[in-house]
């Protein structure tokens, strides 16, 4: 089993920062990658970003491209999602996700996660 902690979840004004952190335990893996998802009210899961299990690859939703950064502490077994320029569009519940096997940003849909946290809500206010 894999357990998958978010933190950093908030309040922010419009045009604010954010910094999200994901925390994996458990069972390991070869190969995976750290996905973030999110969820916004009414709405269904949709991808964020996501980093390959070395911080050696990565790949954003077009929506975030140029906003968002993610990144990944290999020695603390971590995931980071920076985000910068938020709007009220941004705002979810943001959940970290793990992909288990080869870097593929066609596999990085909500079905074929493994793990799921319990999410973080981001709240952006106007």
């Known amino acids: 089993q894999v357990q998958l902690v978010e933190s950093g979840g908030g309040l922010v004004h419009t045009g604010g920062s954010l910094g999200l952190s994901c925390a994996a335990s458990?069972?390991?893996?070869?190969?995976?990658?750290l996905v973030w998802f999110r969820q916004a009210p009414g709405k269904g899961r949709e991808f964020v970003a996501a980093?390959?299990?070395?911080?050696?690859?990565?790949y954003y939703a077009d929506s975030v491209k140029g906003r968002f950064t993610i990144s990944r502490d290999t020695a603390k077994n971590t995931a980071h999602l920076e985000m910068h320029g938020l709007g009220p569009e941004d705002t979810a519940v943001y959940y970290c996700?793990?992909?288990?096997?080869?870097?593929?940003?066609?596999?990085?849909?909500?079905?074929?996660?493994?793990?799921w946290g319990n999410g973080t809500l981001v709240t952006v206010s106007s």
């Open positions: 996700a793990v992909n288990i096997g080869i870097w593929d940003p066609s596999a990085f849909r909500d079905y074929a996660m493994n793990y």
């Open positions: 980093v390959s299990w070395n911080g050696g690859s990565t």
């Open positions: 458990g069972r390991t893996f070869d190969t995976y990658s």
